[in-house]
């Protein structure tokens, strides 16, 4: 298995590796999106509060989701890319800042919209919402630190260390946002965001939430490989491959 | 080891009070600030006593961060940083005492400046010493999480706009329990564990911090 990462770790053999799994991953992300969406907007009953408005949440929860697990992964590959400086690492750490940044805001936007209808207003101090606008900034942090240095490789050390400090930061953050609110303010009665909801909602929330994690995947993969492309391009399997095809 | 640790702090003391003119700004700036609320809000006293404990540490987030810049720039261009990196003793055991240092002149002179601002936003007087124990233990941690900062955009030109995005997000654990420790004791109420906090957040970098600033500056380095 060891053998397996280190050679996964050669940008050759990653871009072989990664290339055959493209397809499927774009193959099951289009069908369990296909099918999430019609199952959730169509199939999944009226939520008896909320009406129709409910519905974005086969959007908004797993984007939310996806915004957590990105910076994990991101900050699993900063660890990789300081301890074995590896050069894929390096580049999944900064896709995976852009990836997730977008993630972050997806969920933020679709929250805003929900709560619209749902609270009245587009934006409340609440625990969550704050420490996932935090998180945006923590996010947008990553990405400004590696865009300013010039040099891929430093800027993807640094983007690393502030990844490895920015996780041990969100739970605190989060925990302190959310004591914060509990001092400061009377308990709103809100909607919870999520209700112990009934089967017939919760199995398209779950395909969804598949759905949007092989999604990243297959992103992630794309990208890291044309990045592989650009940074490698002086070398002969690259220059090999581009006269092939 | 110990002995290096204090060498570097008395030198980077001794530096500091050559250049005395320098050592006002942070406090002026505080000062400033501060008084920019009142004006932009409200004078009604009041209103701004239970603003004060937000705009007290809004205001010392700010001038930690102008002041961190300081920390390493000069050291860093001149290459007295890599010395330190080349010297028998451990790099982060000399980044730390560098760090302790810079403390000593920007964060403990708040000690003096941020009580006074305080009586001018009304803060009551039962509030001040709950105020002073989130100072003592409240602005090392920013110090110590700002020079993380600092060590990652040491090699750029113009990080300066790029440490605020960097570090602010960081400090809102600090800002939530250092103010609310102040609201609650002007509300009246129990304040043990907002400072309990904040002394785990404390412990909490002067544990990881070093590593991370050492880290970084050896990759602004590069």
Known sequence: MWSFFHKLSSPKYYYEWSGKWIPWLGGIT????????YWGLVIAPTDYQQGESYRIIFIHVPAAWMSMFIYMVMAVAGFIALVWKTKISEIVVSE??????????LALITGMLWGKPTWGTYWQWDARLTSELILLFLYLGVISIHSAIEDPRIAARAASV???????????????????????QPNMELVSESPS???????????????????????????????????ERSTNWVKKLILAS | MFKALLTIIQRDLLVAFRRRAELMNPILFYAIVVTLFPLGVSPDKNFLSQLAPGVVWVAALLAALISMESI???????GSIEQLYL????????????????????????????????????????????????????????????AIGVAL???????????WLLVLPLYIPVLIFASGAVSASIDGLATSGHLA??????????????????ASLKISMS
């Open chain 1, 30 to 37: 289009i069908l369990l999106t296909a099918l999430g969406v």
């Open chain 1, 96 to 105: 995976c800042a852009v990836i997730g940044a977008v993630f972050t805001a």
């Open chain 1, 162 to 184: 502030l990844a490895i400090v920015g996780i041990i930061n969100i739970p605190i953050i989060h925990y302190s946002v959310t004591w914060w609110n509990s001092l400061h």
């Open chain 1, 197 to 231: 909801m009934h089967p017939s909602m919760l199995i398209p929330l779950l395909i969804m939430a598949i759905a949007f994690k092989v999604y990243f995947g297959w992103l992630l993969f794309i990208r890291v490989r044309n990045e592989i492309i650009s940074r």
């Open chain 2, 72 to 78: 390493f720039r000069q050291d860093f261009d001149d």
């Open chain 2, 87 to 146: 010297s028998q003793h451990p790099p982060m055991v000399l980044i730390f005492g560098k760090v302790v240092a810079h403390w000593l002149i920007t964060g403990l002179p708040m000690l003096i400046v941020i009580p006074v601002m305080a009586l001018l936003l009304f803060i009551p007087n039962q509030a001040i010493p709950t105020l002073f124990i989130t100072i003592l233990l409240g602005t090392p941690i920013l110090s110590l999480i700002g």
């Open chain 2, 153 to 163: 955009t040491a090699g750029l030109r113009g990080g300066g706009v790029l440490l």
């Open chain 2, 197 to 214: 906090m904040l002394g785990v957040g404390l412990i909490l970098a002067l544990i990881l911090a070093p590593l991370a600033i050492s």
